[in-house]
C-alpha cells in the first residue's frame, strides 16, 4: 500500500525558507510516474506547485513557485523535498505531496490533480509577514 508522509512545515517570517520532505512507502518508481507538491490556503482551492519525474528527475513548475521552491527527489531515501525560500504571506497554505502512477510529468499535469492517486496528509506551512 502507498502511504506518502509530508513533514517540514513550520511558521515563518517572510523571506524566511523550509525544507518540506515527504517519504514514500510501499511504493516502487517507474519512468512513467510524476510526483509533485500541491497547496491549500484557507478558503481556496488546492492547486500544484511543482512535479518532477521520480526517473529522469524533468521538473516543472506553476509560475508562483518557480525560481523560489526547487523539487528535489531522492530515490535512495524514497523522498520528495520542496525547499522553499524568499517565502511571502500568500505561501500561507496546507502543502501536500502526491504521486501520479502510469502518468508521466508533462508541462499540464499541476492543473489535472485527478492524475495523482495518492496523497499525504498535509502539512502547514504559514509565513507571516
Known amino acids: 500500500q502507498v502511504q506518502l508522509v509530508e513533514s517540514g512545515g513550520d511558521s515563518v517570517q517572510a523571506g524566511g525558507s523550509l525544507r518540506l520532505s515527504c517519504a514514500a512507502t510501499g511504493y516502487t518508481y517507474s519512468s512513467t510516474d510524476c510526483m509533485g507538491w500541491f497547496r491549500q490556503a484557507r478558503g481556496k482551492e488546492r492547486g500544484g506547485v511543482a512535479s518532477?519525474?521520480?526517473?529522469?528527475?524533468?521538473?516543472y513548475y506553476v509560475a508562483s513557485g518557480e525560481g523560489r521552491f526547487p523539487i528535489t527527489h531522492d530515490n535512495a531515501k524514497r523522498s520528495l523535498y520542496l525547499q522553499m525560500s524568499s517565502s511571502k504571506p500568500e505561501d500561507t497554505a496546507m502543502y501536500y505531496c502526491?504521486?501520479?502512477?502510469?502518468?508521466?510529468?508533462?508541462?499540464?499535469?499541476?492543473?489535472?490533480?485527478?492524475?495523482?492517486?495518492?496523497w499525504g496528509q498535509g502539512t502547514q506551512v504559514t509565513v507571516s509577514s
Open positions: 518532477i519525474s521520480p526517473v529522469g528527475a524533468y521538473t
Open positions: 502526491a504521486a501520479a502512477m502510469g502518468t508521466p510529468c508533462r508541462d499540464w499535469i499541476l492543473r489535472e490533480e485527478g492524475y495523482f492517486a495518492y
